[in-house]
């Protein structure tokens, strides 16, 4: 089983959609949880950053964290055109290697205008 | 700018012929690490440091090698790629309890 396991899309939506991605995992060790960016040919950029179980919200992006469930999505409201890329879900935590992260392989979302 | 700097962030070569990619980061970053991105597969660790002189092997280091003489710099060394090195290569950094930070990619062709 897979540490961490996303769906890969692809996901279309017209703009102004509600958009939910989503991740489950498999290891309670896990400590932070992180949603990245990745428009073609450049690096993943950190959307959310997040601790503990919850919701936090960022503009229109809400992460959503239930360690109970081993679940974490995230929310983009009002959908953009530019809101098109491929959306990571990533998980850390303290192994006897140190602090390690952990990545989904990512869901592919176009929003068609 | 906060940033990690990779380099070359295209390189096309043969098989057998050695290569190095340059990554640096400004943040003062104790933790680096090396990527490879394929399609259907994600991102696969190949090598990470957790400070100067102490590296370890990810998921992937076959035919890969690291060195980490500097805080900041973190090169990846291909001593004889192979067509299967073929790929997308991402280095970041971070320091304990903070998320990564991404370079912006070098997509490397071995033909």
């Known amino acids: 089983q897979k540490e961490v396991e996303q769906d890969p899309g692809p996901l279309s939506v017209p703009e102004g959609a509600i958009v939910s991605l989503n991740c489950t995992y498999s290891?309670?060790?896990?400590?932070?949880f992180m949603w990245y960016r990745q428009y073609s040919r450049k690096g993943p950029e950190l959307l959310m950053y997040?601790?503990?179980?919850g919701n936090k919200e960022d503009g229109r992006f809400t992460a959503q964290v239930d360690k109970s469930s081993k679940y974490i999505s995230l929310f983009i409201r009002d959908s953009q055109p530019s809101d098109s890329a491929t959306y990571l879900c990533?998980?850390?935590?303290?192994?006897?290697?140190?602090?390690?992260?952990?990545f989904g392989t990512g869901t592919s979302l176009t929003v068609i205008p | 700018e906060a940033q990690v700097t990779q380099n070359p962030r295209y390189l096309i070569t043969v098989t057998g012929k050695k290569l190095t990619v340059t990554c640096s980061q400004n943040?003062?970053?104790?933790?680096m690490s090396w990527y490879r991105q394929d399609p259907g597969l994600g991102l696969r660790q190949i090598y990470y440091?957790?400070?100067?002189?102490?590296?370890d092997k990810g998921d992937v280091p076959e035919g890969y090698k690291v060195s980490r003489k500097e805080k900041r710099n973190f090169p990846l060394i291909l001593e004889s790629p192979s067509p299967n090195q073929t790929s997308l290569y991402f280095c970041?950094?971070?320091?304990?309890?903070?998320?990564?930070?991404f370079g912006n990619g070098t997509r490397l062709t071995v033909t």
């Open positions: 290891n309670s060790a896990f400590q932070y």
């Open positions: 990533a998980m850390s935590g303290f192994t006897n290697t140190g602090n390690q992260f952990y």
């Open positions: 997040t601790y503990s179980s």
């Open positions: 970041a950094s971070t320091d304990p309890g903070s998320p990564l930070h």
């Open positions: 943040m003062n970053h104790e933790y």
């Open positions: 440091s957790m400070n100067v002189e102490v590296t």
